[in-house]
């Protein structure tokens, strides 16, 4: 889990690598770009999942939530956007994005909630 800085948008929260798509660009993409831009860590977007997408938690705006499976723990190099992260157990990271301002968080609560036997690891 990442925690953002005093960052313009949701100061504080609890958050995960993501943002909007740039021009051309498929979600999955996008997922990469931001990863490695957020945190530094390289993906192969051969290896990651679509698990859930919603766009009913905010008008005009589509979500999406993937999972990967990597081996070890990376070296996480943050971004601005950031003042720390923490590696956790599924239940407390479903417990610190309960109240998350936003709407993105609230998806991912919803659904790994409803889904809590999803494997990560």
Same mark, same amino acid.
């Given at each position: 889990m990442l925690h953002r800085s005093n960052h313009p948008s949701f100061p504080h929260d609890p958050d995960l690598p993501g943002g909007t798509l740039e021009d051309d660009e498929d979600p999955l993409e996008a997922?990469?770009?931001?990863?490695?831009?957020?945190?530094?860590?390289?993906l192969d977007a051969a290896a990651i999942e679509k698990v859930h997408e919603s766009s009913k938690y905010d008008e005009?705006?589509?979500?999406?939530?993937?999972?990967?499976?990597?081996?070890?723990?990376?070296n996480i190099t943050i971004s601005w956007e950031h003042s720390h992260?923490?590696?956790?157990?599924?239940?407390?990271?479903? $417990?610190?994005?309960?109240?998350?301002?936003?709407?993105? !968080? *609230? !998806?991912v *609560?919803?659904?790994? $909630?409803?889904? $809590? $036997?999803?494997p990560i690891g």
């Open positions: 997922l990469v770009r931001e990863v490695f831009e957020e945190t530094g860590v390289s005009g705006y589509t979500y999406y939530l993937y999972r990967l499976r990597y081996e070890g723990k990376p992260y923490e590696w956790l157990p599924l239940d407390e990271f479903i $417990s610190k994005t309960h109240g998350a301002i936003d709407k993105y !968080m *609230h !998806m *609560h919803d659904y790994l $909630s409803q889904n $809590s $036997s999803w």
